[in-house]
């Protein structure tokens, strides 16, 4: 299997399919590599190279007791981008993704970065504070934690209903997808998990938003369970300097794996990739 080596020594997996403009994704937590797969291949098989990693901390890349953190997620990613030389690169994140394509721009530059995408990000801070009033409550997290701590495999059994809007009244998400979402979870290690979640939660990327000067399209559901929008999108779409802000009424935070939305994501994705 292909790998990057990380600046701490740490193997990073990645898919790396087709040729043409690259477009690199990150997945949310606590996911893989293979929660792309649809759009890797819709890419690859419309003239891009398709490229995707697993996370640190879960998947095929290794499991570190250290390095889960938004700084060394986006070193990781920049191990993967220096070590394919890939250049002029669409950058794509979803959820913790999204945060991570955001620090990688605040960290490294954009120097090898053409665009961005980031859906159901992050960005710029999920926590709520004092300055950040329309954030979630420690306690949310915390919930989270104790969730993965004592019993993950029933737990993302459960977060896979507000993942994907199951528990809505007209939703059509069917129980193979939500079976996908727990596969995935299980394949990442409990520390790597239950670190993650103090590092998209209680991360502030304000900064690294104002640090991105390449065209940008974000794009957000607006019944997201997980990152409510007025603390994400609303508020990261007006950091970002040269941004295309698109709502999805109705989505929920996993809309690229519901049919139902993600038709409408891959054209989005397919359009500004091209334009």
């Known amino acids: ?19 043409g403009q690259p477009v690199v994704f990150s997945h949310g937590w606590p996911l893989t590599a293979d929660a792309w797969d649809p759009q890797l291949k819709l890419m690859a098989d419309n003239g891009f190279r398709a490229v995707a990693h697993d996370r640190r901390g879960g998947g095929r890349s290794g499991q570190p007791w250290d390095g ?26 979803h ?10 721009i605040g960290r490294h530059g954009s120097g090898r970065v053409a665009k961005a995408v980031l859906l159901g990000a992050i960005p710029p801070l999920m926590l709520k504070t004092d300055a950040n009033p329309e954030g979630l409550p420690i306690d949310v997290f915390d919930g989270i934690r104790k ?29 193979g997808t939500r079976d996908e979402f727990w596969l995935w979870s299980m394949t990442v290690g409990i520390k790597g998990a239950y670190d993650c979640v103090k590092a998209f939660s209680e991360t502030d990327l304000t900064e690294d938003l104002k640090k991105i000067d390449v065209p940008t399209l974000i794009v957000h559901g607006d019944d997201d369970q997980i990152v409510p929008i007025v603390a994400s999108g609303d508020k990261s779409s007006k950091l970002v300097k040269d941004v295309t802000y698109k709502v ?28």
């Open 147 to 175: 969730g993965v701590e004592t019993d993950r495999s029933q737990f993302y059994k459960d977060l896979s209903a507000t993942f994907f809007g199951a528990n809505r009244d007209n939703s059509t998400v069917t129980q």
């Open 248 to 275: 999805y009424p109705g989505a929920p935070h996993g809309l690229a794996m519901v049919p139902k939305f993600a038709e409408q994501f891959n054209a989005d994705l397919l359009d500004f990739a091209r334009g």
């Open 95 to 104: 959820s913790t993704g999204g945060g991570e394509v955001t620090r990688y």
């Open 68 to 93: 889960n953190n938004l700084d060394t997620y986006a070193d990781d990613l920049a191990a993967v981008i220096e070590a394919l030389d890939l250049h002029d690169v669409i950058l794509v994140g």
């Open 1 to 19: 299997m292909p790998f990057a080596t990380s600046t701490d020594g740490t193997q990073i997996f990645y898919k790396d399919w087709g040729s």
